[in-house]
């Protein structure tokens, strides 16, 4: 609403901020280079095809695996999958592609990464990550600071735009509720005896060992 003046009255823009504020381009590259970059970084040695020893004897497919009845790929197709993974994180990263590469990383993420608990493995390290890869597949988040933008030669700075703040509003909407389930959960299961007993120390024990 607007008063005689034509100016937006307190009401409306505090709504306006709460819900997705105009904002620039910077943050939500900062916010890829982050999160793809991370995620190269983080999981650069891993080698899913070590799954394949155990496939015989532990295969027990769960989630999507079992819905969309997923199957672990032969090495060859492992070894390309796992190549065009860290290859599309790296070009995520840089912004090249970031059109085409973003739901290609968060794909072959939510593949690789959830390989585990088909043999028994619980891993919640690689849920946040992954759910924001997906956020990311539907945001402009390569339009400065990119491959992408340098080789269009834009010389006109992108304006201000809803679009550059829904996405990092998200992601902090899943940290929050993440954060808030694990809570309460803790706290229906065992109280606060999952703060003061031994769990702390023994979860500190088996991340390094």
Not at 125 to 135: E, I, K, R
Request: aromatic share 16%; glycine share 6%.
């Amino acid at each position: 609403m607007k008063d005689a003046a034509g100016t937006s009255s307190p009401a409306q823009t505090s709504t306006g901020l709460f819900r997705f504020a105009q904002a620039g381009p910077h943050d939500l590259a900062i916010f890829r280079m982050l999160l793809f970059g991370s995620a190269l970084y983080i999981y650069r040695r891993v080698d899913p095809s070590g799954w394949l020893t155990y496939r015989e004897a532990v295969w027990l497919p769960r989630s999507f695996y079992e819905w969309l009845n997923f199957d672990l790929l032969s090495q060859p197709y492992m070894d390309i999958a796992t190549w065009l993974w860290r290859a599309s994180l790296a070009a995520c990263t840089l912004g090249l592609g970031y059109r085409w590469m973003a739901p290609v990383a968060a794909t072959l993420t939510l593949y690789i990464l959830g390989m585990s608990i088909n043999f028994g493995k619980v891993d919640h390290s690689a849920n946040l990550l992954t759910l924001g890869m997906g956020v990311m597949c539907f945001a402009r988040a390569s339009d400065v600071w990119s491959i992408d933008t340098w080789m269009r030669s834009r010389t006109v700075a992108p304006v201000q735009s809803e679009e550059y703040r829904w996405p990092l509003f998200t992601m902090w909407l899943l940290v929050l509720t993440m954060y808030m389930a694990a809570g309460i959960a803790k706290l229906q299961k065992s109280g606060f005896d999952w703060a003061l007993g031994d769990n702390f120390k023994l979860l500190l024990i088996r991340h390094h060992y």
